[in-house]
């Protein structure tokens, strides 16, 4: 281990976070090791940091055991961990001699905490999320707002908190004068919730009028608690009378937040709704390619195509899939072949791999040939109906795993030699018939993708 490099140690620990989230639970994930640093690997010592003695404390005895057996399936020796406690300097980019932060408690320390890697130019843009991009820059870059509030939704994993965190860097670097506040809605609620049972609402009241840009990520959280969500919306009305800047991210438009009352949906709408849709092929290959480069590993364009085109879900699994891959070979000392690819993310390809059943094909073929669902799994034997029936049962054989006689039986109970004549039948006639071949491979296709 002792000749990895720190970047990639870094790669490895942060491979590693995920599966420690996976084995400790998110709620001690967040409480306990996202506050930790890596720091490096001395001889069979994993040196890791924290911002106090009592996290420390903790981490050593709950966690050791743990994050020992996770960074040793990852390669490492390691035997014992030692933690640092450290002042936690934070990239707080507002100025701290605002009257808020003034009155700056424990909880409001990691308030603005942002990512250094989350700036506009790490963001590969591409078209699902060009119209997100382009609102996040204009409202980072005008003197007022541009429109208020800019509300970002998109699915998981797909660049909304990178694409706030770099509003703010961008914002500061504009108008270093201008105090931006980025916290989650988690952290707005529980930040309220805590002035309340502490009586000093005002401390949290002043915290937020004095900002000039506030942004609150993930605010679907919010569905759901009443008093919270009145607070929010006076912040919110008093902000935006005042010509503050919001910007707001959640997982649904508006509309869609369940849990929400309507006036504050309503609200919510107001300004610009950009919405980032999911990934397609050609901006995760991008994307691929800036990692790559930002790592210097020596991807092979064919390793980076076959992610592109397997890992659909999401940026994040993209990215964690790329930095599997490069720790892997760094410390097995293997370049990065499609083989290599193959074994390292078994487990991630699998889940992405789409599961095709018997329904999803019936239905499919009843849609695509204009055939009645009843019909395909009677008796009849109406020529296109039977046709229909002989196509279905030839994709279940090559599209799933069931057996025959299963086969047979979702529709409507046939024998499993129908379905053996069924396959030979579209075989047969796929040699045959240039169109119906080519008409079977798009139905084909669109099962699959
Ligand atoms: P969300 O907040 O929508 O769940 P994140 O903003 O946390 O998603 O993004 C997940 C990961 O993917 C982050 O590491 C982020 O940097 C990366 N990412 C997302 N979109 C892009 C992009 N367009 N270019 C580069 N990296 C991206
Ligand atoms: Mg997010």
Redesign the pocket.
């Known amino acids: 281990m002792s000749d990895v490099s720190d970047i990639k140690l870094k790669q490895i620990w942060e491979e590693a976070l995920l599966d420690i989230k996976d084995a400790v639970g998110e709620g001690s994930f967040k409480t306990w090791i996202s506050k930790l640093d890596i720091i490096g690997i001395d001889d069979i010592v994993l040196k890791l940091a924290a911002p106090s003695n009592f996290i420390r404390d903790n981490v050593l005895s709950r966690f050791a055991d743990k994050i020992i057996q996770i960074m040793n399936s990852y390669g490492c020796q390691i035997r014992a961990i030692s933690i640092d406690v450290y002042d936690k300097t934070t990239a707080s980019i507002s100025e701290d001699n605002t009257e808020a932060n003034k009155i700056n408690t424990r909880e409001y320390q990691d308030i603005s905490i942002l990512d250094k890697?989350?700036t506009f130019k790490?963001?590969?843009?591409g078209k699902p999320?060009e119209f997100a991009y382009a609102a996040a820059i204009r409202v980072s870059e005008s003197e007022t707002p541009a429109f208020n509030p800019l509300f970002l939704y998109?699915g998981?994993?797909?660049?909304?908190?990178?694409?706030m965190h770099a509003i703010a860097w961008n914002t500061n670097h504009h108008f270093p004068k201008k105090k931006v506040i980025y916290l989650s809605a988690e952290k707005f609620m529980y930040l309220f919730i805590k002035s309340l049972r502490f009586k000093n609402a005002i401390s949290f009241k002043e915290m937020f009028r004095t900002v000039d840009v506030l942004m609150i990520d993930d605010v679907q959280f919010i569905g759901g608690k009443d008093t919270t969500q009145e607070e929010f919306f006076h912040t919110f009305n008093e902000l935006v009378d005042n010509n503050k800047q919001i910007i707001l991210?959640a997982d649904k438009s508006p509309s869609d937040l369940g849990g929400v009352e309507d006036r504050l949906k309503s609200r919510l709408g107001w300004g610009l709704v950009a919405d980032i849709h999911p990934t397609t092929y050609e901006l995760r290959l991008g994307?691929l390619q800036?990692k790559s480069k930002q790592y210097k590993a020596e991807v092979p364009d064919n390793v980076l195509e076959f992610l592109a085109a397997k890992i659909t879900s999401n940026?994040?699994e993209l990215?964690g899939s790329l930095n599997r891959i490069v720790a892997h070979s760094t410390l097995v000392g293997r370049c990065i072949t499609l083989d290599v690819a193959h074994e390292v993310l078994r487990d991630i390809l699998r889940a992405n791999e789409k599961v095709i059943t018997i329904d999803i094909i019936q239905k499919k073929v009843c849609e695509y040939y204009g055939v009645k669902f009843s019909d395909l799994i009677s008796a009849r034997r109406h020529k296109a109906v039977t046709m229909a029936r002989q196509i279905a049962m030839y994709l279940c054989k090559i599209l799933t795993t069931k057996s025959l006689p299963d086969i047979g039986k979702s529709f409507g109970g046939k024998d499993h030699s129908t379905v053996i004549h069924a396959v030979k039948k579209v075989k047969d006639l796929i040699t045959r018939d240039q169109s119906f071949s080519a008409d079977l491979e798009i139905l084909t296709k669109s099962l699959q993708n």
């Open positions: 890697r989350f790490n963001f590969v843009v999320n998109g998981v994993g797909l660049g909304k908190t990178h694409l991210s994307i800036a940026i994040r990215e």
